[in-house]
């Protein structure tokens, strides 16, 4: 199986609120670690553009989002972080997120807010959500 098409596969299943095996978890994290290193810390973004913030692990919101801007890659998407804490489904939304980066890397732009930190986390809940 190529690359991409196993890249489709978890979306789809991260799509339906399932989660990834932690292995797959872990080379999607290398992945999309290597595709930030590549990028600089400015990113130009194309427009139009869907400019969403505080996701805050809201999995089903996120759905409507893209129940009413589109599916990328279809739309260009600018994240503005604060993908996690506060909902139940922190995990779901960051990994779907994170794959859509890898998968659609010039149609999905993720910014870091304030809940992506340690600090943070550990006190409004996706911290725990990870153990």
């Given at each position: 199986?190529?690359?991409?098409?196993?890249?489709?596969?978890?979306?789809?299943?991260?799509?339906?609120?399932?989660l990834i095996t932690e292995e797959q978890v872990?080379?999607?994290?290398?992945?999309?670690?290597?595709?930030?290193?590549?990028?600089?810390?400015?990113?130009?973004?194309?427009?139009?553009?869907?400019?969403?913030?505080?996701?805050?692990?809201?999995?089903?919101?996120?759905?409507?989002?893209?129940?009413?801007?589109?599916?990328?890659?279809?739309?260009n998407y600018l994240f503005l972080g604060d993908?996690?804490?506060?909902?139940?489904?922190?995990?779901?939304?960051?990994?779907?997120?994170?794959?859509?980066?890898?998968r659609y890397p010039d149609r999905v732009t993720?910014?870091?807010?304030?809940?992506?930190?340690?600090?943070?986390?550990?006190?409004?809940?996706?911290?725990?959500?990870?153990?």
């Amino acid at each position: 199986m190529t690359e991409a098409s196993d890249l489709d596969l978890q979306i789809a299943a991260l799509r339906r609120c399932e989660l990834i095996t932690e292995e797959q978890v872990e080379s999607l994290c290398a992945k999309a670690k290597e595709l930030f290193l590549e990028e600089g810390n400015v990113q130009a973004v194309s427009s139009p553009v869907t400019i969403c913030g505080d996701i805050h692990g809201q999995f089903f919101d996120l759905m409507k989002l893209f129940q009413v801007g589109g599916d990328a890659p279809n739309t260009n998407y600018l994240f503005l972080g604060d993908f996690v804490d506060r909902g139940f489904n922190s995990v779901e939304v960051f990994l779907l997120l994170l794959a859509l980066k890898v998968r659609y890397p010039d149609r999905v732009t993720l910014i870091r807010g304030n809940h992506e930190s340690r600090q943070i986390t550990q006190v409004y809940g996706f911290y725990d959500e990870c153990l």
